[in-house]
């Protein structure tokens, strides 16, 4: 079992950056090197359903992004700090919601949050315009 844990959300302006950590105990990441699936990064806004933002596989040798945030976000992974990251650019009032980790081990889907099996708290961010 893992356990998830998101910090890095906060209050910025349109425009600035801010970076998620999610980070992992109960299991290693490393453990999970030749394991199918990965960590994705969810949001979920007030009165809208949960939303695919990023990805990025055990092994860290791909990663995918939604439209809305392509070119602006960027998720990677430290092994050695069991930590996965969204560092987030250019943010717009938009990119407002609670951001939640998760975990998967299943080949497909990983934009679905029925794919995933253990989910953090999540972390707010809010970006005012």
């Known amino acids: 079992q893992v356990q998830l844990v998101e910090s890095g959300g906060g209050l910025v302006q349109a425009g600035g950056s801010l970076r998620l950590s999610c980070a992992a105990s109960?299991?290693?990441?490393?453990?999970?090197?030749?394991?199918?699936?990965?960590v994705g990064w969810f949001r979920q806004a007030p009165d809208k359903e949960r939303e695919f933002v990023a990805f990025?596989?055990?092994?860290?040798?791909?990663?995918n992004y939604a439209d809305s945030v392509k070119g602006r976000f960027t998720i990677s992974k430290d092994n050695a700090k069991n930590t996965v990251y969204l560092q987030m650019n250019s943010l717009k009032p938009e990119d407002t919601a609670v951001y939640y980790c998760?975990?998967?081990?299943?080949?497909?889907?990983?934009?679905?949050?029925?794919?995933?099996?253990?989910w953090g708290q999540g972390t707010q961010v809010t970006v005012s315009s």
């Open positions: 990025i596989t055990w092994g860290g040798s791909w990663t």
């Open positions: 998760a975990t998967t081990q299943r080949t497909f889907g990983q934009h679905a949050p029925d794919r995933y099996d253990y």
């Open positions: 109960g299991r290693t990441f490393s453990s999970y090197a030749f394991s199918t699936g990965g």
